[in-house]
């Protein structure tokens, strides 16, 4: 079926029907839905290179990665997000531009995106504090959301984002209830956004309970498997070392399992862990029951969400600036237990 013919079958003008199909904000909500309804109906599909001709959009979403010095291409939390924004684009005919580039070479991407029509939109990765990619976007005059948020940046902009303060606090409160005073933070890298607001949530918890952070105690590194391993170890070999640990990932908390193990500890009885971003599709932490406790949030709802926000930015350009907080659900797992028992010293 063409363009013609559905406008035919609703009684409406092919320009109408067009219209509709590609999110113009003139075209009634009420129109919309019903085109939208015929067409799944009778399985029409547009022709993509007629509408980019029309309306003079790419109809594609650019995702610029650096490669140096952060890590995102080869994250399973990258991929998580990556797959759920390309359901989105799917299911609205767009593509996905996926460019990865040297660290140097990022700002002239996202110029590139915009000076060659490549892309309507982009989705911006990784936020740091005072993040200048935010003023260079504004600049360049693209829409964009970003995967989280930049503190310290006063320009507006649409973000999606999971409150990653609140379930840090609640994490560490859960531990303090359960008796742990030495907890250890595995922290990702503290120039990011995210890490901040876990370092807060964290220190907020032991300061209302009276507990100073002790700086041994704070690690902040890239989140892989090794740093978790190595700031493990190295807490674990204090003098005092702590009872429990709060870990910024699923791959790090690995690594710090592989710490305590080492040393003939078991996880859950002897010292406890809670890992974050447990909802990974191809890391499934247990089956039944969970083998880490973990603050969960899904990632990839996360990505699903943020390129719907992005392509209403794109159809919808006068709209402001919109925000969506996740909350992230505390799931009980094998991995915390209550605070071990000081042993008692021996009588003579």
Do not use: C
């Not at 035919?8 to 839905?33: D, F, H």
């Not at 085109?35 to 022709?47: E, G, I, L, T, W």
């Not at 791959?251 to 710490?259: E, L, N, T």
């Amino acid at each position: 079926m063409n363009l013609k013919e559905l406008a035919t079958k609703l009684g409406l003008s092919p320009t109408t029907v067009s219209r509709a199909l590609n999110g113009y904000p003139e075209v009634n909500e009420a129109t919309r839905e019903r085109v939208m309804a015929a067409a799944k109906r009778h399985n029409y599909r547009p022709n993509t290179r007629a509408i980019r001709l029309a309306t003079g959009r790419a109809l594609a979403v650019g995702h610029v990665i650096p490669l140096a010095t952060r890590h995102e291409i080869v994250n399973p939390i990258f991929a998580d997000f990556i797959a759920g924004a390309g359901e989105t684009y799917s299911r609205n005919g767009y593509d996905m531009i996926l460019s990865v580039v040297p660290d140097e070479s990022e700002e002239q991407a996202y110029r590139d995106l915009k000076s060659r029509g490549s892309a309507d939109g982009v989705i911006l990765h990784a936020p740091r504090m005072n993040d200048s990619r935010i003023p260079l976007l504004h600049e360049i005059g693209i829409p964009f959301v970003v995967h989280g948020r930049a503190t310290g940046t006063d320009l507006p902009y649409s973000w999606v984002d999971v409150n990653n303060r609140r379930a840090f606090q609640r994490a560490t409160e859960f531990l303090l209830d359960l008796g742990h005073l030495r907890i250890g933070l595995v922290n990702g890298l503290e120039f990011m956004d995210f890490a901040i607001r876990r370092r807060t949530g964290y220190v907020d918890a032991l300061a209302a309970r009276g507990l100073s952070p002790d700086p041994a105690l704070m690690a902040s590194d890239e989140m892989t498997e090794i740093s978790g391993y190595r700031a493990a170890s190295a807490m674990l070999d204090l003098p005092a070392p702590p009872t429990a640990f709060l870990v910024a990932s699923m791959i790090s908390g690995m690594g710090v399992r592989r710490a305590i193990e080492e040393r003939g500890l078991r996880m859950g009885r002897d010292i406890s862990v809670i890992i974050h971003d447990d909802d990974l599709s191809y890391m499934k932490n247990g089956d039944d029951v969970p083998i880490f406790t973990a603050t969960r949030s899904s990632v990839r709802d996360a990505g699903r969400i943020a390129a719907d926000l992005l392509l209403g930015i794109i159809a919808n350009p006068g709209h402001g600036p919109e925000h969506r907080l996740l909350e992230a659900e505390l799931i009980i797992g094998q991995s915390t237990g209550p605070a071990p028992r000081p042993h008692a010293p021996e009588k003579a």
